[in-house]
């Protein structure tokens, strides 16, 4: 496919289907645990266009006037699915405002990654632009091709304006690489209709202690929860997220092996042995399937599952609710997070062609009036904090029985605790599914799990335990 058809059109945009959108929307940028986000694999494959190396020249005009703040007139972004769309959602608003022109092209999600990564690494041929998620940002940081936008970040005064917990993945040694963009306040969803005719009082739970007593009145076959044997890792980390729990300590020991994240072991093995919890792979057609038909009738998952639920089993409307997700203690934090993306600078282009991608970037993600424009559209959870204070988030969801879901959602967001990914985080992955295959099955008791999971990560990464 050539480069122009691979750009985005506006208008063929907005003359997307109805139908269409709906499958779009709520994915926020990230939708499947493994990766802490998601988005179709689909879309180009080409080339892309670039503004680094020797394919960065352009023309540049002054944005103030002023000594050393010329801008490049246009810049390049590379994004996948509805991230891309809403990146040029923000292009027509943006040029009438500031001037310059921001091209968006869109890639499958994982085809972009590689190309984006690549062309860092080869230090020519990158956009100026390009959308990273949190759980990819040490490995890209580490390849020395993004630019420190700190100083600009300063300048501009927006960093307190961005929920706190965004900020651990993007910073290293004192800079900060890119500038957040949306998150995943995760929630228990639930079918409403089934807890209902079983008797459930979902509304009333603080605690997973609560959660479990309710989930043991469903029937034999019905469970209230599903705990993926292909992703124990997403749920695991989403639950030692919510305790504060960090896989590493500051020293960079290995520290899986917690307090914290026994705790996770225990309650997830606890849910299990009390028969309120399935066991179906994660993203399959079973997966959906149970769902659809109440077999499952809980789902722990980000803001943006809502959109997914909609566009897969869109014949359940009405049926379903959200709550926060349980505390350990009555009392205890209710907030984590489930996937989430930025907005990276390529180092390799032009001084011009990276103020004006940041002056583009901070028009689209700091801006109350562009992230809600995108929330509303496309359903991407802002991580803007002054978006919150719109009516936007009391507005009841027709899917969700006219929850004001929203609104929670944007309770929660402020209250998410940082969490730090790194080069090493596959190898988490890894060894939490291993381990806790072994745990769910009665293999290994969850001290055992979690200290073996330790084990492997040292002896791969070459780090000590903590």
């Known amino acids: 496919m050539t480069d122009s058809n691979r750009r985005l059109d506006r208008r063929r945009i ?3 289907s109805a139908a269409g ?11 499947q645990p493994a990766t802490d986000s998601s988005g179709s694999d689909g879309g180009s494959g080409g080339s892309g266009s670039s503004d680094g190396g020797s394919g960065g020249s352009s023309t540049e005009t002054s944005a103030d006037g002023s000594s050393g703040s010329q801008m490049a007139s246009s810049v390049t972004a590379w994004s996948w699915d509805v ?17 310059g022109d921001v091209t968006v092209e869109q890639f499958g999600r994982s085809n972009m990654k590689d190309k984006f990564k690549s062309r860092i690494l080869s230090g020519s041929g990158a956009p100026a632009i390009a959308t990273m998620e949190s759980v990819d940002a040490a490995a890209w940081v580490d390849t020395g091709g993004l630019r420190d936008i700190g ?3 300063e ?7 961005f929920v706190s917990g965004k900020w651990g993945p993007l910073t290293k040694d004192g800079a900060t690489y890119a500038l957040p963009w949306d998150l995943g306040p995760v929630g ?11 008797g459930l009082d979902l509304e009333s739970v603080e605690t997973w202690d609560q959660f479990i007593t309710e989930g043991e009145k469903l029937p034999d076959g019905t469970a209230l929860m599903n705990l993926p044997p292909n992703d124990y890792d997403g749920i695991w980390r989403m639950m030692f997220r919510q305790l504060g729990g960090l896989p590493f300590t500051d020293s960079g020991a290995v520290n899986i092996h917690s307090e914290k994240s026994l705790q996770v072991a225990r309650q997830m093995k606890r849910a299990h042995d009390a028969g309120i919890t399935s066991s179906v792979a994660s993203w399959s057609s079973e997966w959906f399937n149970r769902f659809a038909e109440g077999s499952i009738a809980g789902l722990y998952g980000g803001a943006w599952i809502e959109g997914t639920l909609k566009a897969e089993i869109g014949d359940t409307s009405g049926k379903w609710r959200v709550m926060k997700p349980p505390a350990y203690e009555s009392g205890g934090n209710r907030a984590t997070n489930w996937g989430g993306s930025n907005l990276v600078i390529a180092d390799q282009v032009s001084d011009a062609k ?22 509303r559209e496309y359903g ?9 204070e719109s009516d936007a988030f009391d507005q009841g969801s027709e899917f969700l029985g006219g929850q004001a879901a929203g609104r929670m959602f944007a309770e929660i967001a402020p209250n998410i605790p940082s969490y730090t990914y790194t080069t090493d985080t596959p190898e988490i992955t890894k060894a939490i599914n291993s381990e806790f295959k072994k745990m769910i099955s009665g293999d290994l008791s969850p001290k055992e799990a979690v200290d073996s999971a330790a084990n492997q990560v040292a002896e791969r990464t070459g780090r000590e335990l903590a």
Request: with cysteine; aromatic share 14%.
């Open 14 to 16: 907005l003359q997307l």
């Open 21 to 31: 959108l709906a499958g779009l929307a709520g994915c926020g940028t990230g939708s």
């Open 83 to 99: 991230a891309a769309k809403s990146l040029d959602l923000i292009d027509d608003p943006y040029e009438e405002a500031n001037g």
């Open 151 to 153: 100083p600009w970040i």
């Open 155 to 161: 300048d501009a005064g927006v960093k307190d304006g």
């Open 188 to 198: 228990m969803f639930y079918r409403n209709d089934v807890a209902d005719e079983h």
């Open 354 to 375: 990276a103020r004006r991608a940041f002056d583009y970037m901070q028009y689209a993600l700091a801006n109350e009036e562009m992230q809600l424009k995108m929330y």
């Open 380 to 388: 991407l959870f802002p991580a803007y904090k002054p978006a919150y």
